[in-house]
Structure formats: structure tokens, C-alpha cells
Antibody, heavy 120, light 108 residues
């Protein structure tokens, strides 16, 4: 069974750093893109960016470029999303999802989500 | 960026009825690169359709998708109790890939 399992919920203060993870199983992790998607009540679902673990080719949405860093460790079958300095506006549910690449960039499956709360 | 507008915002129907959900794009979506997802409360979204009209693995045939260009539709022929959820469309023809704001399908 293809599965993505994300790290647990986080509560952080503004200015702190954070790295959340997404581990894939049941398929060859290196050969599928992993996307990160943010969900908030106000803005809904937003595509943040994507990484190809085999060569770490990474693409960002202009809205998130410079705000987050996406990385992957092929040896651990794990992708990461990190912040160097969190803001209250980063409070959201974050999902990772697998996509197949050019022409097939739908998301399936999704991880269970990681809730990030940033509050002083 | 392509803006997707879903309508209606909320759809109130009874089990057994037919549901028609709309997704309109601000510009033409190339090659019908449109997907639909279902999200239940407290769960991650689940892929229903891709390529506008191809059902994902395991999706029952009461779900169907249609459309091209800027207008797309998800139809659920006969609603089952488990179909009441929020539905999102997503375009993947042009980066950044964008989602609609969702249609909530609720029990009447």
C-alpha cells in the first residue's frame, strides 16, 4: 500500500524554526515528486512547492518562495518542509502528497497532515 | 495564476439525489488538467478524478467528471450517506497549481 506518514503536531512561538517530515512507503520514493500543500480556513488549499527526491529538483510557488525550504533524504524515504523563522500566519494544516510529474500533477495519496500552531 | 471558482458554496441534498458541482477557471486549463478531491471532516483530501473525467482507483462509478477549457463539472449520480463532504477542484496545467475554494455537500 502506498502511504505517506507525516510527523506530529507542533506548537511553536513566533521566530522559532521548525522542520516537519513526510515519510513514504510502498513505492520507490525517489521516482515520484512530493508536494506540500497548506490548508487554512481563510485561504483554503494552497500548493507550496514540490521536490523530486532522486535529484532534489525543487520548485516553489511564488507565494512561498523564500518563506520555506523543501528538501528530501532519499535514503530515509522522507521529504521535509522547514521554516527558519515562524510567523503567526504560518499557523495551518500542512499536507504532503505524491504526484507523478509532468502532465500528471494530481495529488495521490496525501499524508494525514501536520498541524502547526504558531502563537506567543 | 489560474483562479478556480466553485459553485455552489454549499449544496443541500438528500441521499439518493443527484449532485452537480461546478468548477470554473479564470483561463483555459490545458489538456483538461483538472482534478477533483473529496475531504471529510478531520481527514486529508482524497483524489476522486483526474484529467477532468478519469476516476481514480477505487472510486465508485456514481462519480463522474466532465468539461474542458474553463468549465468543469463533478456529478454524483445517486448520493450515498458517505458522500456528504467538501469537494475541491485543482488545476495542474499551469504553475502555480491552484485549488478551488470548495463546495460543501450537506445532508438536507
Amino acid at each position: 500500500e502506498v502511504q505517506l506518514v507525516q510527523s506530529g503536531a507542533e506548537v511553536k512561538k513566533p521566530g522559532e524554526s521548525l522542520k516537519i517530515s513526510c515519510q513514504g512507503s510502498g513505492y520507490k520514493f525517489a521516482n515520484y515528486w512530493i508536494a506540500w500543500v497548506r490548508q487554512t480556513p481563510g485561504k483554503g488549499l494552497e500548493w507550496m512547492g514540490v521536490i523530486y527526491p532522486d535529484d532534489s529538483d525543487t520548485r516553489y510557488s511564488p507565494s512561498f518562495q523564500g518563506q520555506v525550504t523543501i528538501s528530501a533524504d532519499e535514503s530515509l524515504n522522507t521529504a521535509y518542509l522547514q521554516w527558519s523563522s515562524l510567523k503567526a500566519s504560518d499557523t495551518a494544516m500542512y499536507y504532503c502528497a505524491r504526484e507523478r510529474g509532468h502532465g500528471k500533477r494530481w495529488f495521490d495519496p496525501w499524508g494525514q497532515g501536520t498541524l502547526v500552531t504558531v502563537s506567543s | 495564476e489560474i483562479v478556480l471558482t466553485q459553485s455552489p458554496g454549499t449544496l443541500s441534498l438528500s441521499p439518493g439525489e443527484r449532485a452537480t458541482l461546478s468548477c470554473r477557471a479564470s483561463q483555459s486549463i490545458s489538456s483538461s488538467y483538472l482534478a477533483w478531491y473529496q475531504q471529510k471532516l478531520g481527514q486529508a483530501p482524497r483524489l476522486l478524478m483526474y484529467g477532468a473525467s478519469t476516476r481514480a482507483t477505487g472510486i465508485p462509478d456514481r462519480f463522474s467528471g466532465s468539461g474542458s477549457g474553463t468549465d468543469f463539472t463533478l456529478t454524483i449520480s445517486r448520493l450515498e450517506p458517505e458522500d456528504f463532504a467538501v469537494y475541491f477542484c485543482q488545476q495542474y496545467g499551469s504553475s502555480p497549481y491552484t485549488f478551488g475554494q470548495g463546495t460543501k455537500l450537506e445532508i438536507k
